[in-house]
């Protein structure tokens, strides 16, 4: 798309790419909410925020996320079997493990299972987008 004249580079830019779908796979509501609505602000579309499996799996279909941020420590599901569930279901959709704790065997099977990132929960905003 070739700017316009009228345009800033950065609004013309900004104009040229799709916004991208986000869904929030996380019980802890407070942080699922603050991390929403940061996003929000960096023009991401947050599509819905998850609290178990069923939750995840029923916006999922709805709305086909471009990526899915799932906290492994999930109190009613298995966040890794939640994630594998979403990559079975949503074949070439990005899915990124988030966690509260630095656990390496975690971080490994997040990687054998296929997720394409794993982040910890205190990791910066602009970590997170990039």
């Known amino acids: 798309m070739e700017a316009s004249p009228t345009l800033t580079p950065q609004i013309a830019v900004r104009a040229s790419h799709r916004v991208i779908r986000v869904l929030i796979v996380d019980d802890h509501t407070l942080f699922a909410?603050?991390?929403?609505?940061?996003?929000?602000?960096?023009?991401?579309?947050v599509v819905g925020i998850a609290t178990d499996a069923s939750e995840a799996s029923a916006i999922a279909g709805r709305e086909w996320p471009d990526v899915t941020l799932v906290d492994l420590g999930l109190r009613s599901s298995d966040g890794l079997g939640v994630a594998r569930d979403l990559l079975r279901d949503m074949p070439g959709r990005r899915i990124i493990a988030l966690t509260g704790g630095e656990q390496d065997a975690s971080q490994r099977e997040a990687a054998d299972a296929g997720l394409d990132g794993f982040l910890l929960k205190d990791t910066s905003l602009d970590r997170l987008l990039a």
């Open 33 to 45: 909410q603050t991390l929403s609505a940061a996003l929000a602000q960096k023009g991401v579309d």
